[in-house]
T-cell receptor, first 114, second 111 residues
């Protein structure tokens, strides 16, 4: 089954403790991205990747890192999480950047930083 | 800059039609989308419309695009309780593939 898998689904952590949210897709997609969803703001792009070893900042990259060492995986790293990073995070993938009509989204990761 | 605006809440009775509206600013957008998010779930692409179209119909869903006014609407006919969800309007930045989302409209369907 074609899917985007995020882990964990829920995470509560403390300020400053490094964490990684994993994202994996099984569709051989080139394009992957991370979004955060906050009430009243919709979804905003954090980082995106056009292909392996190619990543770039989205609209709200501060406090986040990503890597794209393999095509299927696009982890989101919070080196020193802060409470303002409490949010719902979504990973998405599509065959190419220009093919958002076929974008797949993960189920989301709800992160709470205390 | 790029911006997408939606009203935040809509309440309808079961069986009525729902109309969710959206305005956008980027006239170069090639596609405009409607996503549905049910509680605790990810985003589901409901439908999309290419920017050179005025209307697209898919079963109970009708999308209207007024490119001159940069206005997009989603009409759901015969709204059911299962349609209760948050609906996001989005446009795409064709260069980077970024989806630009509105704030989301919460649709409440009363029995």
């Amino acid at each position: 089954e074609a899917q985007v898998t995020q882990n964990p689904r829920y995470l509560i952590t403390v300020t400053g403790k490094k964490l990684t949210v994993t994202c994996s897709q099984n569709m051989n997609h080139e394009y992957m991205s991370w979004y955060r969803q906050d009430p009243g703001l919709g979804l905003r792009q954090i980082y995106y990747s056009m292909n392996v070893e190619v990543t770039d900042k989205g609209d709200v990259p501060e406090g986040y890192k990503v890597s794209r060492k393999e095509k299927r995986n696009f982890p989101l790293i919070l080196e020193s999480p802060s409470p303002n990073q409490t949010s719902l995070y979504f990973c998405a993938s599509s065959l190419r950047a220009q093919l958002n009509t076929e974008a797949f989204f993960g189920q989301g990761t709800r992160l709470t930083v205390v | 800059g790029e911006d997408v605006e939606q009203s935040l809440f809509l309440s309808v009775r079961e069986g009525d039609s729902s109309v969710i509206n959206c305005t956008y600013t980027d006239s170069s957008s090639t596609y405009l989308y409607w996503y549905k998010q049910e509680p605790g779930a990810g985003l589901q692409l409901l439908t999309y419309i290419f920017s050179n179209m005025d209307m697209k119909q898919d079963q109970r869903l009708t999308v209207l695009l007024n490119k001159k006014d940069k206005h997009l609407s989603l009409r759901i006919a015969d709204t059911q309780t299962g349609d209760s969800a948050i609906y996001f309007c989005a446009e795409t930045s064709s260069n980077t593939g970024k989806l630009i989302f509105g704030q989301g409209t919460t649709l409440q369907v009363k029995p």
